[in-house]
């Protein structure tokens, strides 16, 4: 693993290379973690598909958005359009990195949403993976709001969610608009292929999959229920070891 910065010194983004370790491919694997709010549960899985992927011949990129994790800044003042451009840049600095001359990208939760919408803003992908992917901004702020009453119910101090908060994190105003709005319906991503995975059967993956095939895209959509060991509960999805590994043998896949 080799951490590092880059962007502009205003506005620096952590990265972290995963060089490959086996015969390199033509084609390298941005990662797009989930918000920060889910940040910490899927770190692991993140890291672990990272590991698949370099055994297969893939660079591999991780990094944190904009005011999240070891980037600069915080998230006063931010907007998913400022964690979209990340993706757009994150992007081709993997592209100068390795070499390749295409790029997988791999988004998890509001990452797999933000970047399916970069895809129309900049973001060339070759095949996108949309992992437990959010597809309607609302419900994703209600299913956060009603875990973190479970996770704090039991503090004293805890009143319930504030509005420029969710799920402990800041969710600044503007956030929290552009949020409300976001809608995968909305539009198809531009890729070769998209590849929709889910830890258990969620009618609306598989809605997203018949939008997008009806509209010219070419979309495909699996359902993994096996769990393992190392699983980790994320909005009632499992993210599971079969998962993970599922995802990386689909992109090893012509």
């Not at 229920?225 to 990386?248: K, P, Y």
Request: proline share 4%; aromatic share 6%.
């Amino acid at each position: 693993m080799n951490p590092f910065f880059f962007g502009t010194r205003e506005k620096q983004l952590y990265g972290v290379h995963h060089a490959p370790r086996a015969m390199t491919r033509d084609v390298a694997v941005l990662l797009c973690n989930a918000g920060p709010q889910e940040y910490m549960a899927t770190h692991w899985a993140m890291r672990r598909l990272a590991n698949l992927l370099t055994q297969r011949g893939h660079h591999v990129l991780r990094f944190d958005y904009l005011g999240t994790g070891d980037s600069a800044g915080n998230q006063n003042g931010l907007t998913l359009d400022t964690w979209r451009e990340n993706i757009v840049l994150s992007s081709r600095e993997l592209r100068d990195l390795s070499g390749a001359s295409r790029v997988h990208v791999v988004g998890l939760r509001l990452g797999a949403a933000l970047a399916a919408q970069a895809t129309t803003c900049g973001l060339d992908v070759e095949d996108l993976v949309l992992w437990e992917p959010v597809v309607r901004g609302p419900d994703y702020v209600n299913e956060l709001r009603v875990l973190a009453l479970r996770k704090f119910a039991r503090l004293l101090y805890y009143d319930g969610a504030r509005d420029d908060e969710l799920a402990g994190e800041p969710f600044p105003p503007a956030m929290a608009e552009e949020t409300a709005m976001l809608d995968l319906f909305g539009g198809v991503p531009r890729a070769r292929r998209v590849l929709v995975f889910s830890s258990r059967e969620k009618p609306l993956h598989r809605e997203l999959v018949s939008h997008i095939n009806a509209r010219g895209g070419r979309a495909e959509h699996a359902t993994l229920a096996e769990t393992g060991d190392n699983d980790a509960r994320v909005d009632g999805a499992m993210l599971s070891s079969s998962v993970v590994h599922a995802i990386a043998e689909s992109l090893a896949r012509p």
